[in-house]
């Protein structure tokens, strides 16, 4: 009958083995203060990332939907004549695009030329723009699906805050326990070192 091995402690368990509070008598003070450290900071990351997924959202996505409201009502979408022609490669759907020369005319009704992008697949002789009160060429207005986007990558970046926030009070927490440990060390040593040293 062969010996039965004894399961191996992972290193996890050995971790949280190291903070639970028990009765060991090995167990200082500051480890315990570690312990309820760690536990205070686990509780208010998990408290605090969903109300700040909450509230982020809550707090970005009217400052999003106003900036859309403004740039819908300062762009327009107005329609350009191509002054070349298409490359074959574009309209025939086989490549990215191309930047082709266009005229169109601004709200006020002034003409205006330059460069736009033709996307892969355009067919005919117009394109539509965006344009500012101006006339020039702009970025049309932030779309529903970008507001959203943008919301979300404001949870995102809000959560990651959070933890980041809390690592690092965690870590100088730890650092202060570390220091005040070896400061004990110490004093210990120089008090109890010269009776071990002359009982050899």
């Not at 117009?126 to 779309?143: E, R, S």
């Amino acid at each position: 009958m062969g010996l039965r091995r004894r399961p191996r402690s992972s290193s996890l368990g050995r971790l949280l083995r190291g903070w639970r509070p028990d009765r060991n008598p090995l167990r200082r003070r500051s480890d315990r203060v570690e312990a309820a450290i760690i536990g205070l900071l686990f509780a208010a990351f998990l408290a605090g990332a969903p109300l700040a997924w909450h509230f982020t959202g809550n707090w970005v996505y009217p400052a999003y939907a106003r900036q859309a409201q403004v740039e819908r009502a300062l762009v327009h979408q107005v329609p350009a004549t191509l002054l070349k022609a298409v490359p074959d490669w574009t309209a025939s759907g086989t490549g990215a695009g191309a930047e082709v020369e266009v005229r169109w005319q601004a709200p006020a009704g002034q003409s205006h030329t330059g460069p736009v992008f033709v996307p892969d697949g355009t067919t005919g002789r117009t394109v539509m723009v965006w344009v500012n009160q101006a006339g020039q060429l702009t970025d049309p207005p932030l779309q529903p699906a970008q507001v959203l986007s943008r919301v979300q990558l404001a949870r995102v970046l809000a959560v990651i805050a959070l933890t980041v926030t809390l690592l690092v009070a965690g870590a100088l927490s730890h650092q202060v326990l570390v220091r005040r440990r070896l400061a004990a060390w110490e004093a210990e040593w120089l008090a109890k070192g010269p009776d071990w040293r002359s009982r050899r």
